[in-house]
């Protein structure tokens, strides 16, 4: 049971946009910026977004995050074939003393 | 470019030790935290334990204090996990990730993570 809830799956067409979810509490979203990281199939963990909203060099701006209060969301605009992955929120927990995950969304290109 | 080369996973029965290690190029070492953590099917990723820059400060996870101990060695640019008293709740893929920072904090976060070594505890 992962400490922040994502939904398991979501879906969308080509061109489409998909948000992504991410559902915490005052110790961890609530308090602290959420980070976003994509995996895709077989391979290990990018990242994708940090501080909540803010994109490393190299991620199209067809990624974007935000924040409000306890939750979080990744949008993927003008979808691909290629963003086919799992894609994982995270965030540190004051009360854990440590860096807590989602359990992950898988996304499915259709 | 950053790479970590994570190596030491295997079968060990319940009860027993495994050492993990991580050899990391293409950034200064010593000048960054770094992390452990682990994936599995049913639990997705899970943080396991951070290490400071120098060494001198550790975390842990609340499910493995007191039986992992993490390390690193600056001169040989080589993260350690020495893993005791493993249970079947410990199998899965463990990840070495570069922190973005010296230290391991609310704020900070992992921005490299390597390809993964796989542990499984059975009898």
């Known amino acids: 049971q992962s400490v922040l809830t994502q939904s398991p799956s979501a879906s969308g067409i080509p061109g489409q946009r998909v948000t992504i979810s991410c559902s915490g509490s005052?110790?961890?979203?609530?308090?602290?910026?959420v980070f976003w990281y994509q995996q895709l199939p077989g391979t290990a963990p990018k990242l994708l977004i940090y501080?909540?909203?803010q994109r490393p060099s190299g991620v199209p701006d067809r990624f974007s995050g935000s924040k409000s209060g306890t939750s979080a969301s990744l949008a993927i605009s003008g979808l691909r074939s290629e963003d086919e992955a799992d894609y994982y929120c995270a965030a540190w927990d004051d009360n854990l003393s440590g860096r807590v995950f989602g359990g992950g969304t898988k996304l499915t290109v259709l | 470019e950053v790479q970590l080369l994570e190596s030491g996973g295997g079968l060990v029965e319940p009860g027993g030790s495994l050492r993990l290690s991580c050899a990391a190029s293409g950034f200064t070492f010593s000048s960054y935290a770094m992390n452990w953590v682990r994936q599995t099917p049913g639990e997705g990723l899970k943080w396991v334990s951070g290490i400071s820059d120098r060494g001198d400060v550790t975390y842990y996870a609340d499910s493995v204090k007191g039986r992992f101990t993490i390390s690193r060695d600056n001169s040989k640019s080589t993260l350690y996990l020495q893993m005791n008293s493993l249970r079947t709740e410990d199998t899965g893929l463990y990840y070495c990730a570069k922190e973005e920072t010296e230290v391991v904090t609310t704020n900070n976060f992992i921005d490299y993570w390597g390809q993964g070594t796989l542990v499984t505890v059975s009898s």
């Open positions: 501080r909540n909203y």
């Open positions: 005052s110790s961890n979203i609530g308090s602290n910026f």
